[in-house]
């Protein structure tokens, strides 16, 4: 058992209340299918940085939110990001350690496998979202990864979250 004290919990909440802010700003009509996956990347951000507070639960509770703020059904966006949290703090020994264009292509993936089970889920309810749908997600969260993880990496280290 850790006898440190863990501080900077409301900046990792404000950091999720932010990606959920940025999730329903309007966008173009034509711009909204590339629209980045801003709570995808922030759940991953912080398994990478804080495996120990940021996990799967976690990523299940921003899940069952962004199912609730989607109008979706219950649960796809709570499997989906429980996954990719599962994935990351797997992985976040060798992602921290990576470039920021090598965790931009695990991101990339990460994203991808995000939008590959909510599309299976969709298509089990009957609904067929386009594969574009999927993939240009993806694309613009890799593309903007690397701005995020300097950004939440420069307000981790402001503010002290440990």
């Keep these: 058992m850790s006898l440190t004290r863990h501080q900077g919990g409301g900046v990792i909440a404000m950091t999720f209340v932010g990606a959920f802010a940025l999730t329903i700003l309007p966008l173009p009509g034509a711009l909204e299918i590339y629209r980045p996956e801003w709570v995808t990347l922030t759940l991953i951000y912080w398994c990478m940085a804080l495996p120990a507070r940021v996990g799967v639960a976690i990523g299940w509770v921003t899940g069952l939110l962004l199912d609730v703020l989607r109008d979706t059904l219950i649960g796809q966006y709570a499997l989906a ?9 797997h992985l976040h020994q ?3 350690v990576f470039p920021l264009w090598q965790q931009a292509v695990s991101v990339f993936v990460l994203v991808m496998l995000q939008g590959l089970i909510v ?6 309810i009957g609904q067929s979202p386009g594969l574009w749908a999927v993939i ?3 694309v613009t969260s890799a593309l903007v990864w690397p701005a995020v993880y300097l ?3 420069h307000l981790r280290r402001r503010h002290q979250v440990a």
């Design 81 to 89: 990001l429980a996954l990719v949290a599962f994935l990351t703090l």
């Design 94 to 96: 060798r992602l921290r």
């Design 119 to 124: 599309i299976w889920i969709k298509g089990l």
């Design 136 to 138: 240009a997600p993806a």
């Design 151 to 153: 950004f939440l990496r």
